[in-house]
C-alpha cells in the first residue's frame, strides 16, 4: 500500500512540474497530443498513393507528356511521320510572334475574353436573380436555359451557320416581316462577324453562368435579406450591398473560367466560319490559326509550336489570376482549414485529459 501510494503521489508531482508558469504565477498546462501508432504514417501515404495515383498517372500521360513532346516537336520542320531531323531551333517561335496572322488571332481572343465577361456576366446575374425567387414554371425556365450549354458544339455550329446564311433563315424571317433593310451578310462581313462571334457564345455558354451563379444564390442566408428589408434597403440595395459582394468568390470562378475558354476557344469558329473565312471575317484565333498553318499546312512542327505558345499564354494569365484576383479565396479557404485543424486539435487534447 505504501508504494502505491508513492507511486501516486510520484506521478503527481511529475505532471505538477510539467506546468508552465507565467509572470502573475498562473499555471497553464501544456496541451497534450496524442500518441501517433507506429505504421499509421506508412498506412497514409500508401492510401493517398492509392486514391491520387490513378488521377496523377492520367494527368502526367494526357496532359504533361504531351505538352513536353510538343515543345520537342516545335524545334523541328517536322511533316508529321517519322523522326524529325530538321532542326530549326527558335525559328518558329520566332515566325509565330511576328506573324501579323498570329497577332490578329490573338487580338481575337483578347476582344473575346473582354467581351465574354462583360456581356455573359451582367445577363447571368439579372437571370440568377429572376430564377432565384418563386414563380411558376421556375423549373422549367432553368432547365431551358441550360440546355444551349449542354448542346454539342457541331450542332450549335451547324445550326447557327445555316441560320445566319445570306440565303439563311433570319435574313428570310427579316424579308418576310417587312424588315429586309436589316439583312445581312452576318458570318462574312469584317465588320459584325465578330459580333456575331459573340452572340452565339453568349447563347450558348450564359447558361452556365446562371446555374453557377443560382448555386452560389443558395448559399446567402435569407437572415440577411430579412435584416436589410427591416432597415429599410430597398431590393437593388440589397443586391448591391448583400448579394453581389457574397457572390464574388463565384464570379471570379466564373470569370477565369470563361477567360482560359475564351483563349481556347476553337470548334465554333472553325464549324460555322472554316480555317479559311475565319481570318478574312475576323473572327480567326490562336486555335484556328493553329490548325490552319500545322496541320492542313503539313507543317506540324510549326503547329506544336503554336500549341505551346497558346499553352504558355493561358498558364500566364491563369498564374496572374490567381494571384491578383483568386489570392483573397484561398487565403480564407486556407485560414479556415488551420482553424478548423486547430479546434479538432484542442478537441482532440481535452478528450485526452479527461481520459487521463
Known amino acids: 500500500m505504501s508504494n502505491t501510494r508513492e507511486s501516486t503521489?510520484?506521478?503527481?508531482?511529475?505532471?505538477?512540474?510539467l506546468a508552465q508558469h507565467d509572470?502573475?504565477?498562473?499555471?497553464?498546462s501544456l496541451p497534450s497530443q496524442p500518441r501517433r501508432r507506429r505504421g499509421a504514417?506508412?498506412?497514409?501515404?500508401?492510401?493517398?498513393?492509392?486514391?491520387?495515383?490513378?488521377?496523377?498517372?492520367?494527368?502526367?500521360?494526357?496532359?504533361?507528356?504531351p505538352v513536353v513532346m510538343a515543345a520537342y516537336y516545335g524545334f523541328f520542320r517536322w511533316?508529321?511521320?517519322?523522326?524529325?531531323?530538321?532542326?530549326?531551333?527558335l525559328q518558329n517561335y520566332v515566325v509565330i510572334l511576328t506573324d501579323p496572322a498570329f497577332l490578329a488571332a490573338l487580338g481575337h481572343n483578347a476582344f473575346i475574353v473582354v467581351m465574354s465577361i462583360v456581356i455573359q456576366g451582367p445577363i447571368a446575374i439579372l437571370?440568377?436573380?429572376?430564377?432565384?425567387?418563386?414563380m411558376r414554371g421556375q423549373s422549367l425556365i432553368r432547365v431551358l436555359i441550360f440546355v444551349p450549354y449542354v448542346i454539342s458544339e457541331v450542332v450549335v455550329?451547324?445550326?447557327?451557320?445555316?441560320?445566319?446564311?445570306?440565303?439563311?433563315?433570319l435574313n428570310g424571317f427579316l424579308h418576310n416581316v417587312g424588315l429586309g433593310w436589316m439583312a445581312h451578310d452576318w458570318l462574312s462581313d469584317p465588320n459584325i462577324a465578330i459580333w456575331t462571334l459573340m452572340g452565339i457564345l453568349t447563347w450558348k455558354y450564359v447558361g452556365f453562368a446562371v446555374i453557377l451563379f443560382l448555386a452560389g444564390l443558395q448559399g446567402i442566408p435569407e437572415e440577411l435579406y430579412e435584416a436589410a428589408a427591416l432597415d429599410g434597403a430597398s431590393y437593388w440595395q440589397i443586391q448591391r450591398r448583400i448579394t453581389l459582394p457574397l457572390l464574388g468568390p463565384t464570379l471570379r470562378i466564373w470569370a477565369f473560367l470563361s477567360i482560359i475558354g475564351a483563349l481556347q476557344l476553337f470548334d465554333l469558329v472553325y464549324i460555322i466560319w472554316g480555317q479559311y473565312v475565319a481570318s478574312t471575317a475576323g473572327t480567326s484565333t490562336m486555335a484556328t490559326y493553329m490548325v490552319a498553318n500545322g496541320r492542313n499546312a503539313g507543317n506540324y512542327g510549326y503547329g506544336n509550336a503554336v500549341a505551346v505558345v497558346i499553352f504558355l499564354i493561358s498558364l500566364i494569365v491563369a498564374l496572374i489570376y490567381q494571384r491578383f484576383v483568386l489570392r483573397r479565396d484561398t487565403a480564407g479557404a486556407v485560414t479556415t482549414a488551420k482553424k478548423a485543424e486547430g479546434r479538432k486539435g484542442r478537441r482532440n487534447g481535452a478528450a485526452t485529459e479527461r481520459t487521463a
Open 9 to 17: 503521489s510520484t506521478e503527481r508531482v511529475s505532471t505538477a512540474d
Open 23 to 28: 509572470g502573475s504565477g498562473a499555471t497553464a
Open 41 to 65: 504514417g506508412w498506412g497514409l501515404r500508401a492510401e493517398i498513393l492509392l486514391l491520387a495515383g490513378p488521377a496523377v498517372i492520367v494527368f502526367l500521360a494526357f496532359v504533361i507528356f
Open 79 to 89: 511533316a508529321g511521320y517519322g523522326t524529325p531531323t530538321d532542326f530549326v531551333g
Open 127 to 134: 437571370l440568377a436573380l429572376l430564377l432565384n425567387r418563386r
Open 157 to 169: 455550329g451547324t445550326g447557327w451557320s445555316l441560320m445566319l446564311a445570306t440565303n439563311g433563315a
